[in-house]
């Protein structure tokens, strides 16, 4: 083979392996109604105008930041903060005087970010923060107390706080003729 033609014949190649390709689509239906699909021109067939492809470019996904508790602008939000028990207008029976309490959070606490539950009864602060969504208040006293929990950050600082519960406590007394066997 001749340079020449050696060179032509690259260039040929070239220009067969870089153009596009674009198949015509055509349609054939047959003597019992079925519909066949094909690349060739066969006779009887009707070529097909496709619609273009639709094309989905995922959208760029950014790397989440991370949000430094010191910054309160920017830390977790909580949607809410409920007293699950006692419920609202609770009578609580114990002798001791010992409450259960039971809280819930959406979105569930971050404790990673140093948060934590902050428990208050009837105004004044039970105890150091948790992350423990329950606590046992010991020798309560009887009657109506209110109570509320606060989500608090590393620093002690209130993120999110709840509806206030009212509820009641009932002891019994040691003056209760039943107590007395009498």
Not at 35 to 50: C, K, R
Not at 75 to 93: F, H, K, L
């Amino acid at each position: 083979m001749k340079p020449c033609q050696l060179t032509a014949l690259v260039v040929w190649l070239a220009l067969v392996c870089t153009t596009s390709v674009s198949a015509e689509v055509y349609r054939i239906v047959d003597e019992h109604g079925n519909v066949t699909f094909t690349n060739q021109a066969i006779s009887g067939a009707e070529p097909v105008q496709l619609k273009p492809l639709s094309v989905y470019s995922a959208p760029v996904v950014k790397s989440a930041a991370k949000i430094s508790v010191a910054d309160p602008d920017k830390a977790q939000v909580y949607e809410s903060v409920e007293i699950i028990s006692p419920r609202p207008e609770e009578t609580v029976r114990d002798n001791p005087g010992n409450v259960a309490v039971t809280v819930s959070s959406k979105p569930s606490l971050d404790s990673r970010k140093g948060h934590k539950y902050q428990f208050f009864l009837d105004g004044k602060a039970v105890g150091k923060p948790q992350t423990a969504a329950t606590k046992t208040l010991s020798n309560v006293d009887r009657g109506e107390h209110r109570l509320e929990v606060a989500v608090v950050d590393a620093k002690g600082r209130e993120l999110a706080r709840s509806k206030t519960v009212r509820f009641f406590l009932h002891r019994q007394t040691v003056f209760n003729p039943a107590r007395r066997g009498g």
